[in-house]
């Protein structure tokens, strides 16, 4: 055939559209153009919104997509075919978790086993479940959160008692008033500083002249001679302890006046006499004193 017909031409464009429209909505898909991997089931109870073309994760790592979802209706289960690079190994007792995010977008993620060293075949199935994600953790919470709300509606009733109290506003204008006058309390106390402030040089001038003062008074106190000051006063009261023993002695003149009983009774008994004697002068001192204008003596 030397000329292809325009019909054939139509339908050989057609055929090519068809084939490139089909690897772009592979591609498109996120599957693979070219058989590169290895393909493994997965059991779920609920997918959750889980489609062909979504993405498998490892540790965080894209390792393959979704390529097929089927209902099992012998058995209830839903079974996903999970297209994985050829590269991935798969531990046994690994799990295929269903997580969504916030916005809704919906991914697998493999929980490897920890045994690296037993793994499962391609074309083996793996268990599946549902991340709990963080709706999960809020759900858990539920159950806390209820036990809690009873208590809060008692806080609640006793904080609305509280606040219907007068005291309460009694107080609280008892805590303006005091405000208040801490308030005054403060501006007095800044004046005071303020005043304090002002006078500080002057203090410090009369300080450095009382520490001059006492520097010289030190000063003056170091240049006496203490220690002959201190012999002396030692010699004076030697000297007197010894005259204070002299005295309680029976040695010299002031011991014998001091101790001696019959000196003292002598002492006594004369000045007994020289009263009677006075007493008798200005009674009859004619007789002691003889004077006469014509020497004539009275008898």
Known sequence: ????????????????????????????????????????????????GLSASSSV?????????????AYDYASGHIVAALGLDKRMRVPRGTVAEIESDMLGNVKVSLRLGADRSALVAAGDTIGGGMAAGMLGKAADLIPAVQQVLPKLDSIMDRLNVLLADPALAGTLHNANEITSNLTVTTARLNTLMASLNSRVPGMMDKADGILG???????????????????R???????????????????????????????YTNLNSTVKNADSLMIDLRRHPKRYVHFSVFGKKDK
Do not use: C, H, P
């Open 1 to 48: 055939m030397k000329y292809i017909t325009k019909e054939v031409q139509i339908a050989l464009v057609a055929v090519v559209g068809i084939v490139v429209l089909f690897f772009g909505l592979q591609f498109l898909k996120g599957l693979s153009l070219f058989s590169d991997e290895d393909v493994y089931y997965a059991t779920f109870d609920n997918i959750s």
């Open 57 to 69: 994760y490892a540790d965080g790592y894209k390792v393959g997509v979704v390529k097929d979802i």
């Open 213 to 231: 003062n006492t520097e010289r008074f030190t000063d003056s106190l170091a240049a006496l001679d203490l220690a002959g000051t201190v012999a």
């Open 233 to 263: 006063v030692d010699q004076t009261l030697d000297n007197v302890r010894q005259m204070t023993e002299r005295l309680n002695s029976n040695e010299g003149t002031l011991g014998l006046l001091m101790r001696d009983t019959a000196l």
